[in-house]
Nanobody, 124 residues
Framework: VQLQASGGGLVQAGGSLRLSCAASGRIISLNTMGWYRQGPGKQRELVADITSGGTTNYADSVKGRFTISRDNAKQTMYLQMNSLKPEDTAVYYC???????????????????WGQGTLVTVSS
């Protein structure tokens, strides 16, 4: 079971980026998925999350600018980031609360899985 985050890059303030997080492997159920970020010298913080039914939750700092969504058929989550600010600069991580089969002997594991992170840099 893997989560692969992509879509980061360098953008000017006011610009937009779209992040993707694709879950792969033998997944039995894919529940709440979320985006977190860790800026330079800061702790990791929640950006937004979304349940399997589509209920969303956002950090106050990104409300009105970021939109989280998911495609359950593709097991993929997205983060559309508009009106980016320099303070949005961070490594963005995705995670998922899921149940999956994690090895060749069909071991079932339930819990939080993390992707590897994608860097977003916003220049002023």
């Amino acid at each position: 079971v893997q989560l692969q985050a992509s879509g980061g890059g360098l953008v000017q303030a006011g610009g937009s980026l779209r992040l993707s997080c694709a879950a792969s492997g033998r997944i039995i159920s894919l529940n709440t998925m979320g985006w977190y970020r860790q800026g330079p010298g800061k702790q990791r913080e929640l950006v937004a999350d979304i349940t399997s039914g589509g209920t969303t939750n956002y950090a106050d700092s990104v409300k009105g600018r970021f939109t989280i969504s998911r495609d359950n058929a593709k097991q993929t989550m997205y983060l559309q980031m508009n009106s980016l600010k320099p303070e949005d600069t961070a490594v963005y991580y995705c995670n998922a609360d899921l149940v999956g089969i994690v090895d060749a002997v069909d071991t079932v594991q339930a819990g939080i899985f993390w992707g590897q992170g994608t860097l977003v840099t916003v220049s002023s």
